[in-house]
Structures are given as C-alpha cells and as structure tokens.
C-alpha cells in the first residue's frame, strides 16, 4: 500500500527541519555510556512537539510509548544516541559538496533524526497502533563497550510483550536478520619487571603479552560459520629503561554460530591457563558480550524480513542485501523475539571522524521510516 499524500506532504514540508535537527543533534556528543546530553536533548524535543510519557530509563533511553498499556503486547521501534568516540565536547559538523560530515553522523545520528520525526508526526496527529502498543526508542549503548545496554534493558522491562523489534541503523539497502555473537575481554599481564640494565632477565609484562597475542592468532577459527578474532588496544610499561610490570589489552572474538562462539571460549581459556601455568599473573575480564540468535519463529522471521525489504525497495533503487550482524537485534534476538536492522541513509566512513551521509539519500530514507512505522497504525 502506498504512502498517502497526506504523508508525503507532512515529510516534504519538514525536510528543511530534519536537515536542522540532524545537523544540531550531529553535534551533540555522545559516547557510549555517557548519552546524558542526548537523551536530555531527545526527551525535550519530543515533549516540545506534543509526545506524551516520554521517560529516560535507567539505561538512558529515551522512551516514547505510544497506545502502550499496563500489559498489553508491544513492537519496539529504536535507533542508537551514542557514537564510538569519547569525545565529551561538542563533535564538528560541516556541510561539503551534498555531505554532511561528522563523527558518527550516519551511525547513527541521520537514522536516529528519521525515527524522531515519525515519533513527532504520531505524537501531533495523535495517532493509536491498531494492535497493541509502540515503542519509539532513542537508544544507548549500541557502540563497543555500551554492550547494548539500552536494548538490553527494554527486553528486561517488557519481557514476554515484545512482537516484534526494529533497529534503524546503517544504511539502506539491506536487512539485517541474524546475530553475530561476541565475547569481549580486557586482559592484564603482571610481571616483577625492574630496571632495564641492573635487573635484566626480568619478567617483561610487553613480551608476555605479545607472545600471548601472537599465541592467539595462531588460533584457527572454526568452520562453521563466519568467526573472527581481533586484538584491538595495547598498553602498558613506564619507560624505556623500564621492564614493564603491566601490560594489557582489549580482545574480542566473534561468530555467527553459537557452536563456534563455545569452541572459541575454549581455545581462548585454554591460552590464559597456558600463560598462567608459567607463573604469569594474568588477570581477565569480561567486559562485552552480545548473544547470537535463540529460537525464533521463522514464519514470524520471514515475514518481517520481507517487510522491511518491501519497505525499502518502495523509494530505492539498489540490490537488496541481507545477513547477520552484530547490533540492537542480538538481545530480541537471542530470546527468541522476530527482529531486523535496517537504516534509513546512505553514506561512509563509519566508525571515523571523516564519516559522511549524502543529503540527497534523506529525503528516500523519511520516506522509508515513516512507511515502516506508521504501517502499524
């Protein structure tokens, strides 16, 4: 069914609006676990256009219920707040060449501007789900080490009412259907250390480590699925002239699989204990992990998966493309709750200060997230 003209004239006359709120939300900074100044700006702007009951959680969402009551069922509909950077001043925003520039402008500030204009419209036209309630969800905690908190703490306190799930993230032309599982680790190598010349033939803390990642990508991976491994920060030591006595680093190992993920727990314990029975003191802790994909009903599957492609393929013209990933949906997901990701922009660069979307893609990806919304009303 086709968008109604009423629609697609509401989202015309507000494409210089959404323009604005992206470029002032753009800037405001948000790293993981530290989305206060988001949420406050989220929760405001949807009051200041008539949304009702919005409330932050405790996982700072920002929480737009609509038709939602004590107990009835609920569809979830989120885009994330925060972005990979710690930056806790404000981000730069620039505009070149039909490109809007800014540390995590695309992933996922754009899809998060879609979602708060749909929330917008429902709330000053007063709109009712036809079916249960809606849940409009400025989320936290997606990136790295957030450990999808915020999606994490809406299956908590909706537990047994969620349908279905939707998460406006990357770009669009492809759907997200599958939950590639992580496990994260920061781990801690101490040694006596001393001075680099009296003391030489110390315990270095460095050495131990590197001997140890290099240990751990001589790992083979297992064939299953797709799994991969990556060590992604290092650091320790005091000077140059210094054995190091500490020495750590952050770890992460994924797979669509949950087989696979099992054979990987096994394979990196079996390093620490390696490393251990030298007399190393090596210290680990869990700091990330996101689930893959329970048993979920795979006709209520298909038929969400179709739908977000419908949706779409209505206002682009590219291939469609579809697999597994790592996002909001592993929570939903791995309890069994039918859900997709899928965005709302096209752009580059993610995960970079240079990233970018391309202004001419906003005006097809309103069109999108209002149609994938609003089909519930």
Same mark, same amino acid.
């Given at each position: 069914?086709?968008?109604?003209?009423?629609?697609?004239?509401?989202?015309?006359?507000?494409?210089?609006?959404?323009?604005?709120?992206?470029?002032?939300?753009?800037?405001?900074?948000?790293?993981?676990?530290?989305?206060?100044?988001?949420?406050?700006?989220?929760?405001?702007?949807?009051?200041?256009?008539?949304?009702?009951?919005?409330?932050?959680?405790?996982?700072?969402?920002?929480?737009?219920?609509?038709?939602?009551?004590?107990?009835?069922?609920?569809? #979830?509909?989120?885009?994330?707040?925060?972005?990979?950077?710690?930056?806790?001043?404000?981000?730069? @925003?620039?505009?070149?060449?039909?490109?809007?520039?800014?540390?995590?402008?695309?992933?996922?500030?754009?899809?998060? @501007?879609?979602?708060?204009? @749909?929330?917008?419209?429902?709330?000053?036209?007063?709109?009712?789900?036809?079916?249960?309630?809606?849940?409009?969800?400025?989320?936290?905690?997606?990136?790295?080490?957030?450990?999808?908190?915020?999606?994490?703490?809406?299956?908590?306190?909706?537990?047994?009412? =969620?349908?279905?799930?939707?998460?406006?993230?990357?770009?669009?032309?492809?759907?997200?259907?599958?939950?590639?599982?992580?496990?994260?680790?920061?781990?801690?190598?101490?040694?006596?250390?001393?001075?680099?010349?009296?003391?030489?033939?110390?315990?270095?803390?460095?050495?131990?480590?590197?001997?140890?990642?290099?240990?751990?990508?001589?790992?083979?991976?297992?064939?299953?699925?797709?799994?991969?491994?990556?060590?992604?920060?290092?650091?320790?030591?005091?000077? #140059?002239?210094? =054995?190091?006595?500490?020495?750590?680093?952050?770890?992460?190992?994924?797979?669509?699989?949950?087989?696979?993920?099992?054979?990987?727990?096994?394979?990196?314990?079996?390093? =620490?204990?390696?490393?251990?029975?030298?007399?190393?003191?090596?210290?680990?802790?869990?700091?990330?992990?996101?689930?893959?994909?329970?048993? @979920?009903?795979?006709?209520?599957?298909?038929?969400?998966?179709?739908?977000?492609?419908?949706?779409?393929?209505?206002?682009?013209?590219?291939?469609?493309?579809?697999?597994?990933?790592?996002?909001?949906?592993?929570?939903?997901?791995?309890?069994?709750?039918?859900?997709?990701?899928?965005?709302?922009?096209?752009?580059?660069?993610?995960?970079?200060?240079?990233?970018?979307?391309?202004?001419?893609?906003?005006?097809?990806?309103?069109?999108?997230?209002?149609?994938?919304?609003?089909?519930?009303?």
């Amino acid at each position: 069914m086709e968008m109604s003209p009423e629609i697609l004239n509401y989202i015309e006359e507000h494409a210089a609006e959404m323009r604005a709120l992206l470029i002032t939300l753009a800037g405001i900074p948000a790293p993981s676990n530290k989305e206060e100044k988001r949420a406050a700006f989220v929760k405001s702007w949807l009051e200041e256009h008539g949304a009702e009951g919005v409330y932050i959680d405790r996982a700072l969402n920002v929480v737009y219920p609509v038709g939602v009551t004590a107990d009835n069922s609920v569809v #979830v509909f989120m885009a994330h707040t925060d972005v990979v950077f710690p930056d806790e001043k404000p981000l730069p @925003v620039t505009v070149e060449d039909g490109k809007i520039f800014a540390p995590g402008v695309g992933d996922d500030t754009a899809n998060l @501007v879609a979602l708060l204009f @749909v929330a917008r419209y429902i709330a000053e036209n007063r709109l009712t789900p036809k079916d249960g309630g809606l849940l409009i969800v400025a989320n936290s905690g997606e990136e790295g080490l957030g450990n999808l908190k915020g999606s994490r703490e809406i299956c908590r306190a909706f537990a047994g009412r =969620i349908r279905e799930f939707v998460s406006f993230d990357g770009g669009y032309g492809s759907v997200c259907n599958d939950a590639v599982g992580s496990k994260r680790y920061r781990v801690e190598v101490k040694t006596e250390g001393g001075h680099s010349y009296s003391n030489f033939g110390n315990q270095n803390a460095i050495m131990y480590l590197a001997s140890m990642i290099d240990s751990l990508y001589a790992m083979k991976v297992p064939e299953g699925g797709k799994t991969t491994y990556n060590v992604g920060t290092i650091s320790g030591g005091t000077s #140059v002239n210094t =054995i190091a006595q500490q020495a750590e680093m952050l770890f992460e190992y994924r797979s669509s699989s949950r087989e696979d993920l099992k054979i990987m727990d096994a394979e990196f314990e079996a390093c =620490i204990a390696y490393y251990r029975a030298k007399g190393i003191t090596v210290n680990v802790e869990l700091v990330g992990e996101r689930p893959c994909r329970g048993d @979920v009903d795979p006709e209520k599957m298909l038929e969400l998966t179709l739908r977000a492609e419908d949706f779409q393929k209505r206002y682009m013209n590219k291939p469609m493309t579809y697999g597994a990933g790592s996002t909001d949906c592993n929570i939903p997901l791995s309890l069994g709750i039918p859900a997709v990701c899928y965005g709302v922009i096209e752009g580059a660069k993610a995960h970079t200060r240079e990233e970018w979307v391309l202004e001419e893609s906003l005006m097809p990806g309103y069109k999108i997230a209002f149609d994938s919304i609003l089909w519930h009303f």
